[in-house]
């Protein structure tokens, strides 16, 4: 057998990622998720530019990739993820007491957890998912129609395990929220009471359907410093709630400001599609929000939002499950991020070690986006 091209190398990469989230991908999005060696950027100028047909042609045809590869139902995964090729799931699972302290992950997609040793039919679990998902986005449409009551909040975007439509029966719903500069905390005050006030707030152990409120960044500061394999594929699968002109105009700058997902997207910019399930700003709670906006500009809103950042901040220091290794907990004006317990952590070094396996070293060596 001939050595294999690049453009193999990378597709059975890509196909080794998501079979650590237990989600096996058709041809085209193999194509849209591509991975790329180690996080460089390959030069644009020299490189052809690729299209899908190219990606699904080997699929069908390299005798490199059916050595490796299964397909069902049009979605392709590893040959032998039941001949125990790969490590346990269990390995990068989240353990049920990390399940019960709160929003622990940017990403529950990034938490494996319907197989067992090999048994489960990953193709029917991704299918059993997306059910899962479609209920779950009917009853989240109720919360994303009241939140809109909130002031100050530019943009409601949904992520991990949501955003995907990989989500199971006791997943929740992680939400990133972009909001005014300057007005960060007064947002998260409101979100806060808000989705408490509902009950729909996760607690603890508390997650079914619940809202997870663990990112939030203003309209001044759109690009997410955290750089990795891991961040960019979080964030390339974000979608927006809401449809409105406003919406899609600032859900296109955030895009467009965290173009640095080429260095691990080959097809960045054709993965970045926006969610065709967003939903209509409602106009009357647009008006509500709109006053208390009015009441809370000037210097009004300036001491709110002084006296909020002070309390929420104090509180958040003083909580043990923040100064926990192996996360990431970030709090200024600009950006607010509570991940103590990320999958980053486990995920990568997963992937590094599978590409070892399979003699792919130019992609094993990926690094995490900065964890503590």
């Known amino acids: 057998m001939s050595t294999p091209t690049l453009l193999e190398k990378q597709i059975i990469a890509t196909i080794v990622y998501y079979d650590i989230l237990d989600y096996p991908l058709t041809g085209f999005e ?17 490189r052809h530019c690729l299209v899908p047909t190219e990606v699904i042609e080997l699929l069908n045809t390299s005798e490199y990739l059916k050595k490796h590869l299964e397909q069902k139902l049009g979605f392709y995964f590893l040959q032998n993820r039941k001949r125990g ?40 679990l991704r299918l059993n998912r997306k059910k899962i998902w479609d209920q779950k986005w009917k009853k989240a449409r109720k919360i994303f129609w009241i939140m809109r009551v909130v ?32 007005r ?24 079914e359907d619940k809202i997870c409120l663990n990112h939030y960044i203003t309209d001044k500061s759109l690009r997410i410093p955290f750089e990795s394999i891991y961040t960019a594929h979080l964030y390339c699968h974000i979608l927006s709630v809401y449809n409105s002109e406003e919406d899609r105009k600032l859900f296109r700058k955030f895009q467009e400001e965290n ?21 209509k700003r409602n106009k009357i709670l647009n008006s509500v929000s709109k006053l208390f906006e009015f009441i809370l500009s000037g210097k009004i809103g300036d001491y709110f939002e002084k006296k909020m950042s002070e309390i929420q901040t104090k509180r958040i220091k003083k909580d043990p499950l923040n100064m926990k290794k192996g996360g990431r907990i970030t709090i200024s004006n600009d950006q607010l991020e509570f991940h103590p317990n990320s999958h980053e952590a486990n995920i990568i070094p997963e992937f590094n070690k599978r590409m070892k396996e399979l003699k792919l070293f130019e992609f094993g060596k990926q690094k995490d986006s900065g964890l503590t």
Not at 102 to 121: F, I, L, N, V, Y
Not at 188 to 201: K, M, Y
Request: positive net charge.
């Open 85 to 124: 090729f790969h490590s346990p799931v269990r390995a990068v699972e989240p353990k049920m007491q990390d399940l019960q302290m709160r929003c622990h992950s940017p990403a529950e997609t990034m938490a494996p957890s319907g197989q067992k040793g090999g048994e489960t039919d990953i193709v029917q």
């Open 151 to 182: 002031p100050f909040s530019k943009l409601v975007m949904g992520s991990g395990s949501f955003s995907l439509g990989n989500t199971r029966k006791d997943s929740d719903i992680d939400l990133m929220i972009v909001a005014k500069k300057g």
């Open 184 to 207: 960060i905390w007064t947002v998260r005050t409101f979100f806060t009471l808000l989705t408490s006030f509902l009950g729909v707030r996760r607690h603890k152990n508390k997650t």
């Open 259 to 279: 173009k640095w997902m080429r260095k691990y997207l080959e097809s960045y910019e054709f993965s970045n599609l926006e969610g065709f399930r967003s939903i």
């Open 30 to 46: 193999v194509f849209l998720y591509l991975v790329k060696e180690n996080g460089n950027v390959s030069d644009v100028e020299t």
